[in-house]
């Protein structure tokens, strides 16, 4: 069992920026990938960025990769993982999660096993 805590979330301003943490515990397989997925309100909950907990081959959502604004990252030793959220924009305000999937595919959210709680975070204009 894999339990996922997020943390980090806040009230910014646009333009700020964030650092959200995932805590992992419970058994990880080497090759488990965790997935930061957000869920604005009344929208669907869709894929930003993941990580290959073996390797740290990382991913991102295509509607992010142009912008480099959020990059994801992992401390093995801490069992966390992190995604940096920079250059906020008010269509950034959502619910964050962190999920882990051992599938090949870590753009699906229908693959995803686990899931934390979510952390909420708001930008303002």
């Known amino acids: 069992q894999v339990q996922l805590v997020e943390s980090g979330g806040g009230l910014v301003q646009a333009g700020a920026s964030l650092n959200l943490s995932c805590a992992v515990s419970?058994?990880?397989?080497?090759?488990?990938?965790m997935g930061w997925f957000r869920q604005a309100p009344g929208k669907d909950r869709e894929f930003v960025a993941a990580?290959?907990?073996?390797?740290?081959?990382?991913?991102?959502a295509d509607s992010l990769k142009g912008e480099g604004r959020f990059a994801i990252s992992r401390d093995n030793a801490k069992d966390t993982v992190y995604l940096q959220l920079n250059s906020l924009k008010p269509e950034d305000t959502g619910v964050y999660y962190c999920?882990?999937?051992?599938?090949?595919?870590?753009?699906?959210?229908?693959?995803?096993?686990?899931w934390g709680h979510g952390t909420q975070v708001t930008v303002s204009s």
């Open positions: 419970g058994r990880i397989f080497s090759n488990t990938a």
């Open positions: 999920a882990a999937t051992n599938s090949l595919r870590v753009d699906v959210r229908g693959l995803y096993s686990h």
């Open positions: 990580i290959r907990w073996s390797g740290g081959s990382k991913y991102y």
